[in-house]
């Protein structure tokens, strides 16, 4: 089996990946959202009681929706479940220059170091990253192998410079106030039952995200059986694009699946980001709280430069419902696919 699970994790992500034999699949976990789903105890607690293992834990960056969740499993040790390693740029991580001594270790780091996790032990230590010419290639057990296609040094070292505050805004350090994010609401007012103009929004100019957090996104795609599924955490596109162009060339690339990045915000999904995949099934993770997403823009994009795109959603919400309409499938040739209290579970195998 290789099938990807957008667990209900709010605004923010929180991947489950079985691959394997089917009556004890292997595991991933990408990300807990900004605190973790019920349901994530639940499977933690039945993966420990048939013996199992985390594989691979990955926390993509230091944002609250996708790290809050993973200090509560840290605390309580996966819910007894071993993790064979975790992938986690940490400060100790970052190359760039120094620019303040202390403080560096905030509240994640805290945790992973007083429990001793295998931290980024597949990448000898260092950080999880890509280099010129050198895209990390890690095989996992059981058959699976991830090739990492984001952050770059250039990433991680405006992260660096940037770190204290960026963590403050995630929570992360006890003694810092939380501020409120910087990012802009960039998800559009819900429309209600308004149809969306699909070749306006897919027109509209396309604005590259810049949070340095989300640069600094472990991003990959993970193969398994001969299907590979993308993994864009909050990356950026032009990255992603970079990337799978230096590994392989001219596009389209073929993925059986794509997590798309940040959402679905508008500033994360381009034209040429969608035009360089050559794939039918598009994960949009997340239930619009607080940022609207996904962005009306975004998914325009994708239905106008994708063809015969399935979009699936992991809630059915008032950001997204609007392109659950048969006269726009019918016109643009799409899907939809909603999750349900169980978020979405897509079957890649
Ligand atoms: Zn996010």
Redesign the pocket.
């Known amino acids: 089996m290789f099938s990807v699970n957008a667990l209900p994790a709010s605004f ?2 929180c991947l489950w990946i079985e691959y394997g034999p089917d009556d004890a699949p292997n595991v991933i976990l990408i990300d807990a959202g900004p605190s973790a789903p019920a349901m994530l105890k639940e499977r933690l607690q039945q993966l420990a009681a048939r013996g199992g293992t985390l594989e691979l834990v990955v926390v993509t960056h230091v ?1 609250a ?2 790290i809050g969740g993973m200090l509560t499993l840290l605390e309580n040790d996966f819910y007894g479940v071993p993790v064979r390693d975790v992938w986690f740029n940490g400060f100790r991580h970052l190359p760039g220059v120094e620019t303040f001594g202390e403080k560096q270790g905030e509240r994640l780091t805290g945790l992973l170091l007083d429990k001793r996790v295998a931290w980024n032990v597949d990448l000898n230590n260092a950080a999880c990253m890509i280099a010129d010419d050198n895209y990390p290639v890690i095989d996992l057990p059981g058959g699976a192998s991830i090739t990492l296609l984001s952050p770059d040094a250039g990433q991680l070292a405006r992260l660096k410079r940037n770190w204290i505050r960026v963590c403050g805004e995630a929570d992360l350090y006890a003694d810092v106030p939380a501020v409120s994010t910087h990012y802009d609401e960039d998800g559009r007012e819900a429309f209600g039952a308004a149809v969306p103009d699909v070749t306006r929004l897919a027109g509209e100019t396309f604005v590259e995200d810049v949070a340095e957090a ?1 640069g600094s996104s472990i991003a990959f795609l993970i193969e398994y059986d001969n299907k590979r599924a993308l993994c864009g955490a ?1 990356a950026f596109p032009s990255r992603l694009l970079s990337s799978l162009a230096q590994l392989y060339g001219a596009g389209p690339h073929r993925f059986a699946l794509v997590k798309l990045p ?2 679905g915000s508008e500033k994360n999904v381009s034209k040429e980001l969608v035009e360089g995949l050559d794939c039918r099934c598009y994960l949009f993770s997340t239930n619009g709280a607080r940022y609207k997403h996904p962005s009306q823009s975004a998914v325009a994009r994708v239905i106008q430069h994708a063809k015969r795109p399935k979009l699936i959603f992991n809630y059915r919400t008032e950001f997204n419902e609007m392109w659950d309409s048969q006269p726009l499938q019918t016109m643009y040739e799409y899907s939809v696919q909603y999750g349900d209290d169980g978020g979405v579970t897509i079957d890649l195998s």
């Open positions: 923010g992500d944002d929706d996708h989300n909050d940040h959402h």
